[in-house]
């Protein structure tokens, strides 16, 4: 078995149709949307970027950076979203090594700090997150908790 590598989606331009279809075979939001954001991004529009882990030709693990994930706090931005490691592979830290590589690539751009809302706790405190407050979701009854990392 291979080594994971991370990448940003800048350094492998040519995954941006197989990404955009891991995400939405994850989390549902239509293919077309991540295309739309990838595309932003590699064409430069904005610095919002999205993050691989891969073992061998596999997508396992990946993130995105979009301007909002679908919360009342549009003040908030940006939002690290779809955050997702395949079941198989998951505590062995590829979630984390992500959340750092977003973070890090992110201040290097000038950009920080960072929001994500999340029904997780004591996930993302391990990474250096913080609770910041309550947010409601679009379309969701109860309220949401959105982190900050500085």
């Known amino acids: 078995m291979g080594e994971y590598a991370y990448f940003t989606l800048r350094e492998k331009p040519e995954l941006k149709d197989t990404a955009a279809g891991w995400f939405h075979s994850k989390w549902g ?5 991540y ?6 991004y590699l064409e430069k529009e904005t610095e919002n970027g999205w993050y691989l882990c891969m073992l061998e030709d596999q997508i396992i693990g990946g993130l995105g950076v979009i301007d909002n994930d679908f919360h009342d706090r549009k003040d908030l931005t940006p939002n690290v979203c779809a955050v997702y490691t395949e079941e198989a592979h998951r505590r062995q830290g590829i979630a984390g090594k992500l959340l750092d590589l977003v973070v890090s690539d992110m201040k290097e751009k000038g950009i920080s700090p960072l929001y994500l809302v999340t029904d997780h706790t004591g996930f993302y405190e391990r990474y250096g997150w913080e609770f910041f407050c309550m947010a409601q979701g679009d379309d969701e009854p109860e309220m949401t908790r ?5």
């Open 146 to 150: 959105l982190y900050i990392h500085r």
């Open 29 to 33: 939001v239509p293919r077309e949307a």
């Open 35 to 40: 295309l739309e954001c990838m595309t932003a």
